[in-house]
């Protein structure tokens, strides 16, 4: 399944639209907060999905009955741009684990490139429903190998992708090699630059929210 969020208005639109903002996008707290709230509302449409148990809580004036999610899912991102996308998920989902990865572009004399997994720290991903956490899905190169990497190594039930922003190419790669991976995303530009960069997007995610890199 494919959910967009900004099909529906919300104010999940304001928190988006400041961090496209090439003005407001320089307040490097504003970003990373934005990015945070982004995935806290994404979170929450992910739990819609759960399964829920019925529990009995007692009250200072009696018992009532509420409905509450029984699958924790194990928060994972790609270092260093999702970082705090992972936040508002594991905001929300607040008794979750979480797992990191390591996953680079590795530029080629002939300009093409190759995803480089250098490290992924996770807890047993046997039998857990997964939500992978990345700012931008551009080519999706890099969700997909980590995600097949993953699925090889733990016999993982379910797979969460969430973004901020996608391209139509990356979701189409996603789809086409992860076809059961459920795709949650903020938004989705049509476009992108020769470097594989989103068009209009935002510009390098990690840079704007940690410092440009060396």
Known sequence: MLFILNKTNSIGNRFLAEMRDVNIQQD????????????????????KKSKYELLEVQTPLGTCNVNVPTDQPVIATILRAGLPLQQGFLNFF???????ITAYRKVKKSGDFIIKIDHISTPNLDGATIILCDTMLATGQSIVQVCKELIATY???????????ASTEGIDHVRANLPKAHLWV????????TKAYIVPGLGDAGD???????
């Open 208 to 214: 704007l929210a940690f410092g440009e890199k060396v």
């Open 186 to 193: 903020c938004a989705v530009d049509e476009e992108m630059t």
């Open 155 to 165: 016999d993982i039930k379910a797979i969460h992708i969430a973004s901020v922003i």
């Open 94 to 100: 607040d008794q979750s684990q979480a797992a990191f």
């Open 28 to 47: 490097r707290m504003r970003f990373r907060r934005n990015q945070e709230r982004l995935g806290e509302i994404l979170a929450y449409e992910i739990s």
